[in-house]
């Protein structure tokens, strides 16, 4: 009289236990396969935001060293013309990209307080930023 009753307990449990088990191996789901549209129409992680970036920060003024080490900058790399200061603003960047991440580089993910700068030379315009320290980065994408 017990073996039937345990043969129909276990075999409910089996029925229960179907969708899971299908679910967990590879192709077995109980639903469509399909990834859904929002998966498929994703864009790719990217790493920074292609293009300029507007300013957003606080104006600020530039300190000394900070410009002489812009204009130190400018001239290495053959910018004869006086540049002249377009804007310049406090930022707290996101990492130590400083806004400015190059694709495939990683970076320290800590809030960075800094600066942006731009100025103008010789009819180009020019994206210099500035983390805790006076060294500037040429922003150039």
């Given at each position: ?19 899971v ?7 077995g789901?109980?639903s ?46 053959g910018?004869t ?10 930022v ?30 010789g ?12 060294d500037?980065?040429?922003?150039t994408?």
């Amino acid at each position: 009289m017990r073996r039937p009753i345990i043969a129909m307990t276990l075999a409910v449990g089996a029925l229960a236990l179907a969708p899971v088990l299908a679910a967990c191996t590879p192709g077995g789901s109980m639903s469509d396969p399909t990834p859904s549209a929002s998966a498929t129409s994703r864009p790719p992680f990217q790493t920074a935001t292609p293009g300029a970036i507007a300013p957003t920060g606080t104006p600020v003024a530039v300190p000394p060293a900070r410009w002489d080490a812009l204009v130190a900058d400018l001239g290495a790399r053959g910018v004869t013309a006086t540049p002249e200061l377009v804007s310049a603003e406090a930022v707290t960047f996101s990492d130590s990209s400083l806004g400015c991440a190059t694709p495939g580089q990683s970076y320290t993910q800590a809030l960075v307080d800094g600066m942006r700068v731009l100025v103008t030379a010789g009819g180009e315009t020019y994206d210099y930023r500035f983390g805790t320290g006076d060294d500037p980065l040429l922003c150039t994408r």
